[in-house]
């Protein structure tokens, strides 16, 4: 199984801050097929692997970086080309800078950032000498992300102007979604927040490969995970589910159709 190159403005890595690694490996493990390994001296950090990839990273939550030590949350990384300046038009383009410089395993430089509407997601400048990662698509590895906003026509600005993707308005029989591309190449998804308050907070979900999203959906229960959204046919895409862990991060399942 070959790795994976990460371009500019495509999504290079996962992290879960979680209270109790211990029972999130356990469960992500047993879910996904995933095998930890200790990143730190001081075991407060895990690598996951998949196959002999790695995967994501599980690590505590840190007060440093505006996190509630006491929940749990997926946080993504986005590749960019230069730090300096993806940093400066966060700003411009009415986003903030949290974190101006965070230490991350495997990136040269990294900041954590919120865009416009709130939504966190972290930018790196990746270490060429990142171990190999699994391939997207393969079971158990991160196949997907979205963000789900409360303002998606300034978001689809804010990521255009910061990154360079192109928001596409795609049909999937009869139902709409837009897709973020870099070079045509679909790298994220974009999903506008409506219903009655209280509307959720804007947030960009991780979404992982699984052979089976009902048998997924009910490995999970019986781990002590939730289900927020049973499994469901999402047209000329596959079928998905969205799913929290014992510690309430929130996380999505895909099972990919075949391409036949």
Same mark, same amino acid.
């Given at each position: 199984?070959?790795?994976?190159?990460?371009?500019?403005?495509?999504?290079?890595?996962?992290?879960?801050?979680? !209270?109790?690694?211990?029972?999130?490996?356990?469960?992500? $493990?047993?879910? +996904?097929?995933?095998?930890?390994?200790? %990143?730190?001296?001081?075991?407060?950090?895990? *690598?996951? #692997?998949?196959?002999?990839?790695?995967?994501?990273?599980?690590?505590? !939550?840190?007060?440093?970086?505006?996190? =509630?030590?006491?929940?749990?949350?997926?946080?993504?990384?986005?590749?960019?080309?230069? +730090?300096?300046?993806? @940093? &400066?038009?966060?700003?411009?383009?009415?986003?903030? /800078?949290?974190?101006?410089?965070? #230490?991350? !395993?495997?990136?040269?430089?990294?900041?954590?950032?919120?865009?416009?509407?709130?939504?966190?997601?972290?930018?790196?400048?990746?270490?060429?000498?990142?171990?190999? *990662?699994? /391939?997207?698509? %393969?079971?158990?590895?991160?196949?997907?992300? &979205?963000?789900?906003?409360?303002?998606?026509? *300034?978001?689809? /600005?804010?990521?255009?102007?910061?990154?360079?993707?192109?928001?596409?308005?795609?049909?999937?029989?009869?139902?709409?979604?837009?897709?973020?591309?870099?070079?045509?190449?679909?790298?994220?998804?974009?999903?506008?927040? =409506?219903?009655?308050?209280?509307? !959720?907070?804007? =947030?960009?979900?991780?979404?992982?490969?699984?052979?089976?999203?009902?048998?997924?959906? &009910? #490995?999970? *229960?019986?781990?002590? $995970?939730?289900?927020?959204?049973?499994?469901?046919? @999402?047209?000329? /895409?596959?079928?998905?589910?969205?799913?929290?862990?014992?510690?309430?991060?929130?996380?999505? @399942?895909?099972?990919? +159709?075949?391409?036949?």
């Amino acid at each position: 199984m070959s790795s994976v190159l990460h371009a500019s403005g495509t999504f290079c890595w996962r992290e879960l801050a979680t !209270p109790d690694l211990v029972k999130a490996g356990a469960f992500y $493990g047993e879910l +996904m097929g995933w095998e930890l390994q200790e %990143a730190s001296r001081e075991g407060s950090v895990a *690598r996951a #692997q998949c196959c002999g990839r790695q995967v994501a990273t599980l690590r505590p !939550p840190r007060a440093d970086l505006g996190e =509630n030590v006491g929940a749990a949350r997926w946080l993504s990384y986005i590749s960019v080309e230069s +730090m300096e300046e993806s @940093i &400066e038009r966060v700003t411009l383009l009415g986003g903030e /800078v949290l974190i101006p410089s965070i #230490q991350m !395993p495997g990136c040269r430089e990294a900041a954590l950032i919120a865009d416009p509407s709130g939504a966190r997601v972290a930018l790196c400048r990746s270490s060429p000498d990142r171990e190999p *990662r699994l /391939v997207e698509g %393969a079971p158990g590895s991160c196949c997907w992300t &979205e963000l789900a906003t409360r303002d998606a026509q *300034r978001a689809a /600005v804010f990521y255009a102007q910061l990154l360079g993707w192109k928001a596409r308005v795609v049909m999937h029989d009869s139902s709409p979604a837009t897709l973020f591309l870099v070079k045509d190449t679909p790298v994220a998804g974009l999903l506008q927040l =409506n219903g009655e308050p209280p509307i !959720p907070p804007s =947030n960009w979900m991780v979404c992982f490969e699984v052979e089976s999203a009902d048998d997924t959906v &009910e #490995q999970a *229960r019986r781990l002590g $995970g939730g289900v927020s959204t049973e499994s469901t046919d @999402i047209p000329g /895409v596959g079928r998905s589910a969205d799913l929290t862990d014992p510690q309430g991060a929130p996380f999505s @399942i895909l099972e990919s +159709m075949d391409e036949d």
